[in-house]
């Protein structure tokens, strides 16, 4: 069984997940973000296997780099963002003075691609490319858990409108994608609470 905390972390209150399974002492984090104190202290005991990023926006990546080098572990990350970490412009940080201070860290150690599978902390995470919040969006799906990220909230979906973003592919991830999945798997998203991929085929008004 998947154990799953929620972190909500820095100024945009972004949804960090600390994932375990029958091993308590070992951990998975996805999109650990800004600020992320109550996360570090959490995870000072575990070792962690592996940050998991659905994308490098800085509100995803904003601990990474205390993270990784406090627990010297490695980071996976779509090919499409390689170099997003390592750039304050593309991962935006740059672009939102009042929010963020320019964030970088070096480069993911593994990339990421459509239909691969992670064998982590006793568990198989399959990575489904979902673009269209940014280019190398991806979501992780364990079990009937899935990580979205910034593609499908509660209710909602992700914004298009910034560096390499496209509403077209965005439709077209969920539709094709993450609709294609049965009505009780659990989304936990980048942001907000979490949902079913029943509930948003039903209800979410963005997605006809």
């Known amino acids: 069984m998947l154990n799953i905390q929620t972190f909500c972390l820095g100024p945009l209150q972004t949804n960090a997940y600390l994932l375990t399974g029958e ?3 070992r951990a998975v984090i996805i999109d650990p973000g800004m600020n ?3 996360l570090i202290k959490k995870i000072e005991p575990l070792t ?3 940050i998991l990023l659905t994308h490098a926006h800085f509100d995803h990546m904003g601990g990474v780099d205390e993270i990784r080098k406090l627990k010297n572990c490695p980071v996976y990350l779509h090919d499409l963002e390689a170099d997003w970490l390592e750039n304050p412009k ?3 940080s740059l672009n939102w003075p009042q929010v963020s201070p320019p964030l970088s860290t070096g480069p993911a150690e593994y990339g990421l691609d459509e239909g691969q599978k992670l064998e982590l902390i006793g568990h198989t995470f399959t990575v489904y490319h979902t673009p269209g919040h940014s280019p190398g969006s991806v979501s992780f799906l364990c079990g009937d858990d899935l990580f979205s990220g910034d593609v499908l909230f509660k209710l909602g979906v992700g914004r298009t409108d910034l560096y390499g ?4 592919d965005l439709l077209d991830s969920i539709q094709n994608k993450l609709f294609a999945f049965k009505d009780e798997v659990k989304v936990y ?3 907000g ?3 079913t991929i029943g509930y948003e085929r039903a ?5 006809s």
């Open 23 to 25: 091993d308590p002492g």
């Open 36 to 38: 992320p104190g109550a």
């Open 48 to 50: 962690i296997e592996a």
């Open 90 to 92: 593309l991962n935006g």
């Open 165 to 168: 973003g496209r509403e077209r």
């Open 189 to 191: 998203p980048g942001h």
């Open 193 to 195: 609470p979490k949902t």
């Open 203 to 207: 209800h979410n008004p963005y997605v």
